[in-house]
């Protein structure tokens, strides 16, 4: 197994979580347990960490590099169920949970599972093998408006509408099954003159990832459910890597904080608000400028922190 990445923001995160080492902890994209081998060395023996991932194979590599830790728990699952899933458990709270979003360390560095855009390998990019909808299917199968408007709205592109028009020219003649073949329809779609912010498949890549994992549309009600799973003072650490995914833990974590509309003169509420908790971080925590260097998949990291209160 390869681990050639290092966590993104990682001691940002354990601070973050404020670990107990008697507590709960939840780490919902395990991924290859970069995150999760320094929250376990900081509990006891009497602490618990659930891993929980989508991706199978990422989850039996976590238990390979975890084995000598004997309180660890293993869930082949979605961290948006997250509630039936402490409920199968047992358990009612936790004392904190961490979402590393996007793409892992581990996927990128297994070529063949097509998330990568070096290299020549079929196109799949699902976390969950077990699922049905693949990126090949996404390519070959959605329309030309379908495609321009997700390489657009989740890849941030803009030459999404020659992309998506190059793509359904090519597969008239042939079923794109590979990576490569993806890479050069767009390197052709965007003029050489604008292929100097990175990798030109870059974006269009992320944009199908997204689509197959359905990584967005849920995401805010994911939130809402974290934190409901949480004890008093209990944390949620969110770490996103594209705008839409950022857009949606704020407002999450904005509506669980509540707002009073009262009049300020009033002396107290009677407008009802309710809260769930506080923001830690009024601006999301980013990589600084060494690790930025150190590990380019840093670079448009950010941090958001939530703390439960007592009820």
């Known amino acids: 197994m390869k681990f050639e990445h290092k966590p993104v923001l990682l001691q940002d995160c354990i601070e973050g979580l404020q670990i107990k080492p008697t507590g709960i902890y939840v780490d919902g994209t395990m991924g290859g347990a970069g995150h999760s081998i320094e929250i376990i060395n900081k509990l006891s023996h009497n602490g618990t960490l659930i891993g929980i991932d989508r991706d199978e194979e990422a989850l039996n590599a976590s238990k390979e590099r975890l084995s ?6 293993y869930i082949h699952d979605n961290h948006d169920n997250i509630k039936e899933i402490l409920q199968k ?3 009612n ?8 979003l996007g793409v892992s360390s581990y996927q990128l560095d297994e070529r063949n599972r097509g998330f990568s855009y070096l290299g020549e390998n079929e196109l799949d990019m699902r976390m969950d ?9 996404v390519v070959n199968e959605y329309s030309e408006k379908e495609l321009a408007n997700i390489i657009y709205e989740y890849g941030e592109e803009r030459f999404s509408k020659q992309i998506a028009k190059n793509i359904c020219n ?3 003649q042939n079923i794109i099954k590979t990576t490569k073949e993806l890479v050069d329809i767009i390197a052709k779609s965007i003029p050489k003159s604008k292929q100097n912010d990175g990798h030109p498949a870059k974006r269009t890549f992320q944009a199908i990832r997204i689509e197959v994992n359905n990584e967005i549309k849920p995401l805010y009600n994911t939130v809402k459910n974290c934190i409901d799973c949480l ?12 705008s839409l995914e950022d857009r ?5 974590y904005i509506e669980a904080k509540g707002k009073c509309t009262c009049p300020s003169d009033l002396p107290y509420c009677v407008c009802g ?39």
């Open 68 to 73: 000598e830790y004997k309180n660890v728990t």
């Open 93 to 100: 709270q936790v004392n904190g949970i961490l979402l590393d």
């Open 170 to 172: 090519y597969r008239k």
């Open 89 to 91: 458990l047992e358990i």
């Open 231 to 242: 004890k008093p003072k209990g944390r949620l650490c969110i770490i996103t890597f594209h």
């Open 248 to 252: 949606a833990v704020k407002n999450a």
């Open 129 to 137: 093998k077990s699922q049905e909808l693949t990126a090949k299917t």
């Open 273 to 311: 608000a309710k809260t769930l908790g506080k923001i830690i971080t009024k601006k999301p925590i980013i990589a600084t400028k060494e690790e930025q260097e150190e590990n380019s998949r840093s670079k448009s990291a950010k941090l958001r922190i939530f703390e439960k209160i007592e009820n």
